[in-house]
């Protein structure tokens, strides 16, 4: 982003906690009760002086004992009112603290799962979390204790200031006059406190990135002997959010110990003015008894919202970081009115004229005027070497992007008129990078669709032959998988994904190598589920096994984001093009089968 972009949103960005408001609103008993705690605790704390000065000016003068004795009951009546108001005070912010990033959290995480694809093309997954989860603690504070500090203090600030005019207006001009000398610096500083909190949140945010990146991989680090080049690289990260942390504290220790000095400095003047009137008889004691304690709320008001502000403009970075996230809009979205797709599904697939580039990579075009047309029922091989764009054409029809030119319809319907979630409903895949959830093998297999039965999911994994492994788990299909599915085999996992696709009954199927990963006994049980599953859908297959390219109705064959050759099998070995040269690179490697070069 341009410098001039970043220093526009630092000015518009001075109060981005504002963005909390509307949470707030939700919870009005929450806030309302805390308003109202706060408010009797502050106006109990402002009686207090005036106690003392009725004390020292009567009860003391005129030496009247059970004029004492009623003041101080009265002291205690209001002790046990303060710390019931503190109590409920208490209980309502810290509530509502929990509440307002509880939903925040939810709101955030959910606006992050509906983005584009093109979002986490750049974005890396660990930072995202960091503020889904460091940040979200940093508002929960604010919103919570800091906030009710911060509105207990300026009640209490407005009230003794008001109190003190009440008091001495003379004395009280002064300390007014004292009051922009403090407060102007105290925004200046706040402003760079928020900025120098956000630095320093950016670069925590980044090592947190390559911790979860690393700490995910920890088995590729060890098989490697990367454990120092890893501990190096985490620890200049940390070692950066030190710094950067350290920069934003040096911030808030010059605010705070400017604070404390312009307004204990204001309090002492005042009170030597003071001493003075009432040596000349022109204020009593018990006045300028009254005077002082009030002076000495609003000084310590004022002190402790410099400290209390600091903390705000810290949680102003973090409400910052998350607006970000919240306003990010996903570049692959429903239309306004979406088009409803035919019933029943057919399966039909066509792309016409298909131009795309990836975001990340606008120079290169991954699709180059791709044409095609797959038929109700149709299984279709893509084969080619790296970089063809076969992967490209599964992301173009899941709509994770849009054309740049053409269009890609299923069952006669521009995908770009629909609900992407209506068009994902009518699909399944198998992909080669199978995802597995640290959850139980049951879940797993139900992802996607959550209301399958036990029965349901135990027969797609029948289906897909993984039932014999399941049952042979400590806890059957609630046996937990760990993390990406740690304690399964490569072979394992892939069939669970196929179990998966199988619950979905989806017309259009799409495998991405889905038997890469399989051994040759595992293949053949798993090929015979995947025959009888494509035999009813509409099947695109990323092909390396020869056994499903020969299965296919129809070879497609691409290269540098076109399709160059169509056909069977037998044909394309005839015709002597890339395919034939495929092939040949296959059986001359001994690899079993395997289109060494077909990979994406």
Known sequence: MPRQENQARE??????????????????????????????AAVTTLTLPLAVRRMIDHGFSNSDAAFINTY??????????????SAARYYFVISLGERIVADLRRDVFARVTGLSASFFDVNQSGEIVSRLTADTTQIKSAVGATASVALRNLILCLGAIGMMVYTSPKLSSLVIAAIPLIVFPLVGFGRSVRRRSREAQDTLAAASAYAGEAIGATRT?????????????????????????RAAIRARSALTAFAITMVFGSVVAVLWFGARDVLNGTLSAGTLSQFLLYSVFAAGSLGALSEVWGELSQAAGAAERLNELLSEVPQIRAPEHPVAMPAPAKGAIEFDDVHFAYPARPDYKSLKGLTLAVQPGETVAIVGPSGAGKSTVFSMLLRY?????GAVLVDGMDIRTVDPKDLRDRIAIVPQDVTIFAASVHDNIAFGTPEASREAVRAAAIAAQADEFIARLDRGY????????????????QRIAIARAILRNAPILLLDEATSALDAESETLVQKALDGLMRERTTLVIAHRLATVLKADRILVMDHGRIVEEGTHASLIRHGG???????????????????????
């Open 72 to 85: 101080f009951t009265m002291l205690m009546v209001l002790a046990i009112v303060l710390a019931l108001a």
């Open 11 to 40: 000015r518009k960005s001075v109060r981005p906690l504002a963005a909390v408001l509307p949470y707030v609103k939700r919870y009005r008993r929450f806030a309302i009760g805390a308003a109202v705690a706060l408010t009797v």
């Open 578 to 600: 890339l395919y034939a040269k495929l092939a040949r690179l296959q059986f001359d490697h001994g690899a079993e089968g395997l289109f060494v070069a077909s990979q994406v």
């Open 478 to 493: 609630d046996a937990p998988v760990g993390e990406r599915g740690v304690t399964l085999s490569g072979g394992q996992r």
């Open 221 to 245: 680090v060890q098989a490697f002997n990367g454990e120092e080049s890893a501990n190096r690289r985490f620890g200049a990260a940390v070692e950066e959010a030190y710094g950067a942390a």
């Open 401 to 405: 992007y849009d054309p740049i030119n």
